[in-house]
Each structure stands twice: as C-alpha cells, then as structure tokens.
T-cell receptor
Framework: AQSVTQLGSHVSVSEGALVLLRCNYS??????LFWYVQYPNQGLQLLLK??????LVKGINGFEAEFKKSETSFHLTKPSAHMSDAAEYFC???????????????FGQGTILTVHP | DGGITQSPKYLFRKEGQNVTLSCEQN?????MYWYRQDPGQGLRLIYY???????QKGDIAEGYSVSREKKESFPLTVTSAQKNPTAFYLC????????????????FGPGTRLTVT
C-alpha cells in the first residue's frame, strides 16, 4: 500500500527566503508523484507532477521538486517566497495503471506555509 | 470553460437529516471522486467511480452514498448514519483512458463546506 508523509504541518518563512516543503512516500511500485496547492476555502490546484524521465520537475508559480528514488522523497522548493505563496500544500502519490489502486491518489496530511513580510 | 462545479458552496443541516452534495464536470472525464477534508488530516477518499453505473468504496465510505447515472454527474449523499458529517467536501475527476489519465492526475472542484448542528 502506498503512503505519504509530509514533515512539518506548518512552515514559516520570510518573504524572499527559500521555501522547502518535505515529502516522503512509500509505494510498492514506481510511483507517480504530485504537489497540489490549496488556498483557503478553495479546491486543490496542481502545482507539478513527476511521472517518468527527468527527476527535477518544474511547476507553476516558480516551484520545482526533485524525485529522489534512493531517498523516497519528492521535496518541493521555491528559491524566493512571495506573500501570495501562503497556502496549504499537499503531496500525493499514485500507483501506475494496472495496480488494484489504479487512478487513486493518496495524500499527505498537508503543510501550511506562512510567509512573513 | 471546462471544469468541475460543486454546489452549494456552504450547506447547513440539522442533525438527523440526509443531505446531497452536487458535483458536475464538463471535462469529459471518465473517473470521479469524492474526498472529505478535515484540518490536519489531509484528504480522505469516500467513494470513486471509473465508469457510469459503477462506483467503489474508498477509505471512509460508511455513512455516505453515491450514484453515477451520467458521466457528468456524481452526487454524494451524507446520511444520518455519518457520525461526524461536518467537514469540507471535495469532488475531483480524471480521465480514465489514455493521456494524463494513467498518471492519476486529478482535477478538483471548489468544494462544499457542510455544517451539521
């Protein structure tokens, strides 16, 4: 069974500082990995995803994440935080097609990012 | 514009009443999902459907029911048997054939906040 752990339920950074949100996963097969962002009282928006190929993936709003198989990690980073980045971020994993959990996403518990001026 | 709509945005009910949450999509997606979101717990899967007239229980299906009579619609009923129905409910969809479908990428609606007193 697949699972996702996000280290730190709250992360606080200053505007302009590096953003690092941590995600570790477990999966019995090579996974697909996702980061979603959620603003208050809204749905989730896809930031970026890793499926195959290049392990460093770039997403919207200047975010990127690196898939490290040896560390079973998919940490999200942004070089310089902006006030508008304040939101909750979710890491998710999906098993590839063909497994019994085909198409289903398993989410981490979320990390709330606060950006201080 | 294609997308997923959920209505209403806010819903209030008395304890003991059944309530139905609407989810409609015009993305021509095959698969649809319902999640429940509680603070600090991430998203938990209630039900999902990969084709019309078929659906599967997720991790927390007790006290909920769904139907999938049309490809575009996947309503969720919160029954009086659900012990803690107050939560934020999110509907999502994904293609279930070729393309991005096989990655498990899901698209989310704006959510319905249900309060039961």
């Amino acid at each position: 069974a697949q699972s996702v752990t996000q280290l730190g339920s709250h992360v606080s950074v200053s505007e302009g500082a590096l953003v690092l949100l941590r995600c570790n996963y477990s999966s019995s097969v090579p996974p697909y990995l996702f980061w979603y962002v959620q603003y208050p009282n809204q749905g989730l928006q896809l930031l970026l995803k890793y499926t195959t190929g290049a392990t460093l993936v770039k997403g919207i709003n200047g975010f990127e994440a690196e898939f490290k198989k040896s560390e079973t990690s998919f940490h999200l980073t942004k070089p310089s935080a902006h006030m508008s980045d304040a939101a909750e971020y979710f890491c998710a994993v999906s098993e590839k097609a063909g497994g019994t959990s085909y198409g289903k996403l398993t989410f981490g518990q979320g990390t709330i990012l606060t950006v201080h001026p | 514009d294609g997308g997923i709509t959920q209505s209403p945005k806010y819903l209030f009910r008395k304890e003991g009443q059944n309530v139905t949450l609407s989810c409609e999509q015009n993305l021509n997606h095959d698969a649809m999902y319902w999640y429940r979101q509680d603070p600090g717990q991430g998203l938990r899967l209630i039900y999902y459907s990969q084709i019309v007239n078929d659906f599967q229980k997720g991790d927390i299906a007790e006290g909920y029911s769904v139907s999938r009579e049309k490809k575009e619609s996947f309503p969720l009923t919160v029954t009086s048997a659900q012990k803690n129905p107050t939560a934020f409910y999110l509907c999502a969809s994904s293609i279930d054939k070729t393309g991005t479908a096989l990655t498990g990428e899901q698209y989310f609606g704006p959510g319905t906040r249900l309060t039961v007193t």
